[in-house]
């Protein structure tokens, strides 16, 4: 198992406000190795010690597994958490990769195909590959976004 604890990973701040940080994918998994990522247990499945941030339940196990950025980086999967501030607008994106995402806090808002879609706390979004989407937040509070890229296969 891999547990990457977000006061430990970089908070990069974007120049629209938003602030993202990475879990798993290329920046995560950086974090994750710079560090000192420690193992957390087996998985057979894979042939091998998966390394995580910080200590596992019952303390921390030996040492980090050599690769584990790129084994990480190459999986097809981002995760990250966005905090999106009140009266922010994110300039227009395109993903080569699915967007899911978890709205944990406030609403957000998407200008998609001329449309304004609205997601609150307790919703869940899809934005398929290639399609241009501008995220907003017209709202008084911060809005909390977990959020996927996932390649498809």
């Not at 899911?100 to 998407?110: E, I």
């Amino acid at each position: 198992m891999l547990v990457m604890k977000y006061s430990e990973l970089e908070h990069r701040l974007r120049p629209d406000g938003v602030e993202m940080t990475e879990f798993f994918g290329a920046a995560g998994a950086a974090a994750g190795a710079a560090s000192g990522a420690v193992s957390g247990g087996t998985d057979s499945g894979a042939g091998g010690t998966l390394a995580g941030a910080g200590s596992g339940a019952g303390g921390s196990a030996g040492g980090a597994l050599a690769g584990a950025s790129g084994a990480l980086a190459g999986a097809g999967v981002q995760m990250g958490l966005g905090v999106f501030p009140p009266g922010m607008e994110a300039p227009p994106a395109i993903h080569s990769e699915d967007e899911y995402a978890f709205v944990l806090s406030g609403t957000v808002k998407a200008r998609v195909n001329g449309a304004v879609c609205v997601a609150e706390a307790g919703s869940a979004t899809f934005i398929p590959a290639g399609e241009e989407h501008v995220s907003f937040n017209d709202g008084p509070e911060e809005c909390r976004v977990v959020w996927m890229l996932v390649a498809r296969r």
